[in-house]
């Protein structure tokens, strides 16, 4: 069975740091294209990062997080990590980890739909 966990998440003041982890199970993750999505109550799931398969020759970030945010890979461990630093307010989400099957799409994606495979989430919350 295909299974996505995430981990990590939590409350953090403003200004701080947490790593999220998305294990997997039943697959290896290298062979995926992954990404990092978010969610807020009442608004559309949005993309967050995304890391392409194998060598993650593509690696893609929201311009709302460029430069905090650090997504990668350690194949030992079947885990993609998404390290968020200098974190805001607007942060707070429910952060979703996702893997694309497609063979034939070269590098990663941001659309939702594209993704075939989703964990159930982690809650994120910036508050002081």
């Known amino acids: 069975q295909l299974r996505l966990v995430e981990s990590g998440g939590g409350l953090v003041q403003p200004g701080g740091s947490l790593r999220l982890s998305c294990a997997a199970s039943?697959?290896?993750?290298?062979?995926?294209?992954i990404a990092w999505f978010r969610q807020v109550p009442g608004k559309e799931r949005e993309g967050v990062s995304c890391i392409s398969r194998r060598d993650g020759g593509r690696i893609y970030y929201a311009d709302s997080v460029k430069g905090r945010f650090t997504i990668s890979r350690d194949n030992t461990k079947n885990t993609v990590y998404l390290q968020m630093n200098s974190l805001k307010p607007e942060d707070t989400a429910v952060y979703f980890c996702?893997?694309?099957?497609?063979?034939?799409?070269?590098?990663?994606?941001?659309?939702?739909?594209?993704?075939?495979?989703w964990g159930q989430g982690t809650q994120v919350t910036v508050s002081s």
């Open positions: 996702a893997a694309d099957a497609t063979l034939w799409r070269p590098m990663c994606i941001m659309g939702r739909d594209v993704y075939d495979y």
């Open positions: 039943g697959f290896t993750l290298d062979d995926y294209h």
